[in-house]
């Protein structure tokens, strides 16, 4: 079985920061970001709204469902056994009154993922969302899985 190398605690090799050695620092600043200065989510414009901090709830979530789909070749917000990005949360021990997750594969460096998701109408919402609060984000490799590396964003409050 290929290793699986995520981002829990430092960039996996295929899975890169954008130029900075600090993932979750670079995850929320472009995050954070984009929700300082608003943006356009399909046909949806949307205000400027608070930054997101950092859990570690969401992302220990994240690490999960990524590792899992990257284990597994698969890709999809429901995992293989039928749970949740919800039953994912709480499994983790997140309480939520609202939540969101985005997922993406190939993509390479924090950079690529963060504007695909933009350029995604239902994932930018996620990331607008003034309900979400928190995030937390993972990247999961497997050289010999589909797409190689595997992103989850989990949103929450």
């Not at 309900?131 to 937390?136: D, F, H, M, T, Y």
Request: with cysteine; proline share 3%.
């Amino acid at each position: 079985m290929p290793a699986i190398v995520t981002t829990n605690t430092a960039i996996a090799a295929s899975c890169q920061s954008s130029g900075t050695s600090d993932f979750k620092a670079e995850v929320l600043q472009r995050v954070n970001a984009l929700r300082a200065a608003g943006a356009m989510c399909g046909t949806v414009s949307y205000l400027p709204t608070p930054a997101l901090n950092w859990s570690n709830l969401l992302e220990q979530a994240a690490n999960g469902h990524s590792s899992d789909m990257a284990q597994n070749n698969y890709f999809s917000h429901d995992s293989l056994d039928g749970r949740t990005f919800t039953q994912r949360l709480t499994a983790a021990g997140y309480n939520y009154s609202a939540a969101g997750e985005n997922i993406a594969a190939g993509d390479v460096t924090v950079e690529q993922v963060v504007n695909h998701w933009l350029n995604s109408p239902g994932h930018c919402v996620n990331m607008m969302n003034p309900a979400n609060r928190e995030v937390g984000v993972a990247c999961a490799n497997n050289s010999s899985a589909t797409y190689s590396n595997y992103w989850t964003m989990d949103l929450g409050q």
